[in-house]
């Protein structure tokens, strides 16, 4: 089983910052990674795949980055709706979630 | 537009079977390009893969659940349907649908979700 660790479990960042939160898998799961975005109340929504490619919809300041073992999902500059819990996702080896970083305002 | 809306009982007795159905409305459930999925959140709790099916009724499931797990497609209706069987109260959970390419296992549209307690 592929197993995914998410880190900080919170992090606490102002409105207009920039927020950088991990993912790292063991083992190596390739760029086979997606993020998700979940804000109170509501189902996933895609941001990313293939560790780098931003879905349909999704605004240029999120990007991610890494392959192998090692990921980053980056917000630039933070909007109030950006407020929310992210999850990473393997799809090398069937499916497994992380344990999600909860972005909260400062 | 695509939609997906699950439906089903919301409270289930222990040891008994939760049953669910997906309902697929703005697009064709029998679809070469995409497989259905079952995903499950327990509350303030991360995210399990359940299963997924194609259209031509072809399976795979989580390992830890596979024992008690049956996922299944009507295709006349634009349905798939969960069955989970035996459940206690570690299944109580809100229970998504959604959808993943076919050639790729990343999400790509989910339901809203369905919160299902197990309680007697």
């Known amino acids: 089983e592929i197993v995914m660790t998410q880190s900080p479990a919170i992090l606490s960042v102002s409105p207009g910052e920039r927020a950088t939160l991990s993912c790292r898998a063991s083992p190596s799961i390739g760029s086979n990674l997606a993020w998700y975005q979940q804000r109170p109340g509501r189902a996933p929504r895609l941001l990313i795949f293939g560790a780098s490619t931003r879905a349909t919809g999704i605004p240029a300041r999120f990007s991610g980055s890494g392959s192998g073992t090692e990921f980053t999902l980056t917000i630039s500059s933070l909007q109030s709706e950006d407020f929310a819990v992210y999850y990473c996702?393997?799809?090398?080896?069937?499916?497994?979630f992380g344990g999600g970083t909860k972005v909260e305002i400062k | 537009q695509l939609q997906l809306q699950e439906s089903g009982p919301g409270l289930v007795k222990p040891s008994e079977t939760l049953s669910l159905t997906c309902t697929v409305s703005g697009d064709s459930i029998s679809s070469t390009f995409f497989y259905w999925l079952w995903i499950r959140q327990p509350p303030g709790q991360g995210l399990e893969w359940i299963g997924s099916?194609?259209?031509?009724?072809?399976?795979s499931y989580n390992p830890s659940l596979k024992s008690r797990v049956t996922i299944s497609v009507d295709t006349s209706r634009n349905q798939f349907s969960l069955r989970l069987n035996s459940v206690t109260a570690a299944d109580a959970a809100v229970y998504y649908c959604?959808?993943?390419?076919?050639?790729?296992?990343?999400?790509?549209?989910w339901g809203q979700g369905t919160l299902v307690t197990v309680s007697s």
């Open positions: 099916i194609s259209y031509t009724g072809s399976t």
């Open positions: 996702q393997q799809y090398d080896n069937w499916l497994t």
């Open positions: 959604a959808r993943r390419y076919t050639s790729a296992w990343f999400l790509d549209s």
